[in-house]
């Protein structure tokens, strides 16, 4: 099982921008799907954003299409969201997460092919 560990989150105004990070040891890092998923107080996870295991796909959800981008460094074994135009609605706890199986597709995202998870990080976006 892999660790992760998330890091980058705090305070911002609207329209500002965030870099989170996750760390990841333990496991091969390499061959494997990352995600980032996020809990707003009173509300469910939610998927936000995946990268595939080579780094070439991305999948993200409708509400940060367009502001939000991911990235992975397969050498540094750490994988990277980046937040832009932040709204008070982005604001929730985020979490790294890491795919159960190798190799595997990223169109479809669900909490359950994840079987790794780190503490999540705050972030909190003030109007």
């Known amino acids: 099982q892999v660790q992760l560990v998330e890091s980058g989150g705090g305070l911002v105004q609207a329209g500002g921008s965030l870099r989170l990070s996750c760390a990841a040891s333990g496991r091969t890092f390499n061959g494997y799907a990352m995600g980032w998923f996020r809990q707003a107080p009173g509300k469910e996870r939610e998927f936000v954003a995946a990268?595939?295991?080579?780094?070439?796909?991305?999948n993200f959800a409708s509400s940060v299409k367009g502001r939000f981008t991911i990235s992975r460094d397969n050498a540094k074994n750490t994988v990277s969201l980046q937040m832009n135009k932040l709204t008070p609605e982005d604001t929730a706890v985020y979490y790294c997460?890491?795919?159960?199986?190798?190799?595997?597709?990223?169109?479809?995202?669900?909490?359950?092919?994840?079987?790794?998870w780190g503490q999540g990080t705050q972030v909190t976006v003030s109007s």
């Open positions: 997460a890491a795919d159960r199986a190798p190799r595997q597709g990223i169109a479809t995202m669900t909490l359950a092919r994840f079987g790794s």
């Open positions: 990268i595939d295991w080579s780094g070439a796909s991305t």
